[in-house]
């Protein structure tokens, strides 16, 4: 694993906020602190040590700068890299392409048996996601239960890691934003534990609090537990 860099984060841009000199030479990942998406091409990012080479450029979600739309990714979502004078987006395939161009730690095993179930994973991890916001903002009577029952029979394949492919990968990340964010969001609301009667989950989400890459990307879980509310429900 990489060295942790203890780095100081750039403040969050704002309309009035003068946007970065574009196609400079400088790499930039346009992100969001509160954003899941954002936050697995962070994790990737700082898992292989590149703080120096990919400079954090964060934007204010709720009130997004003008330019950002017009000058840098007209899909006006984060997160998006610029890297080689092109624009690039997608978080899945931030982290893949992050994986492959840059240099530090391999975010996929060599196994062949691993890669072909990191793709099952990564292409579940849309219905994961959706399954989880829908039982919050469209059925709160649906149960969400099955999706975390994949994920705990999903971290059973292999028994040569607390992860999903036994070491930390890119599935990791896709999962560790939304799971940050669902647990307590499933306590609150529904006074579901997500862990109860999950013993590979629960286990997962102590060693994944354990990665010093995804510790620095984690923010106040009593605000992502507030914004998610007020983005699902209206409060």
């Given at each position: 694993?990489?060295?942790?860099?203890?780095?100081?984060?750039?403040?969050t841009l704002a309309p009035t906020s003068e946007p970065p000199t574009l196609f400079d030479g400088t790499t930039r990942l346009y992100t969001a602190y509160v954003c899941p998406y954002a936050q697995r091409v962070w994790i990737?990012?700082?898992?292989?040590?590149?703080?120096d080479k990919i400079k954090l450029v964060p934007v204010d979600l709720d009130n997004?700068?003008?330019?950002?739309?017009?000058?840098?990714?007209?899909?006006n979502k984060v997160p998006s890299l610029e890297h080689n004078n092109e624009i690039r987006g997608e978080s899945l395939d931030l982290v893949k392409y992050i994986d492959s161009h840059f240099e530090g730690p391999a975010l996929l095993p060599d196994d062949p048996a691993k890669k072909k179930f990191a793709e099952?994973?990564?292409?579940?991890?849309?219905?994961?996601?959706?399954?989880?916001?829908?039982?919050?903002k469209a059925n709160p009577n649906?149960?969400?239960g099955a999706v975390f029952d994949?994920?705990?029979?999903?971290l059973s394949k292999f028994d040569d890691g607390p992860f999903f492919l036994g070491q930390?990968?890119?599935?990791?990340?896709?999962?560790?934003?939304?799971?940050?964010?669902?647990?307590?969001?499933?306590?609150?609301?529904?006074n579901y534990d997500i862990t109860t009667g999950r013993p590979k989950l629960a286990a997962w989400i102590e060693e994944v609090n354990?990665?010093?890459?995804?510790?620095?990307?984690?923010v106040d879980p009593q605000m992502l537990l507030a914004r998610l509310k007020r983005k699902l429900l209206g409060k």
């Open positions: 694993m990489a060295p942790a860099a203890q780095e100081v984060l750039p403040p990737a990012r700082n898992f292989k040590g590149l703080q997004r700068p003008t330019w950002y739309k017009e000058k840098v990714y007209p899909q099952e994973l990564l292409s579940y991890s849309d219905t994961f996601v959706g399954t989880v916001y829908g039982s919050v649906a149960d969400v994949y994920v705990e029979t999903a930390f990968s890119e599935v990791d990340i896709a999962y560790a934003p939304f799971i940050e964010r669902f647990e307590p969001l499933l306590l609150d609301l529904k354990k990665i010093e890459a995804y510790k620095q990307t984690k």
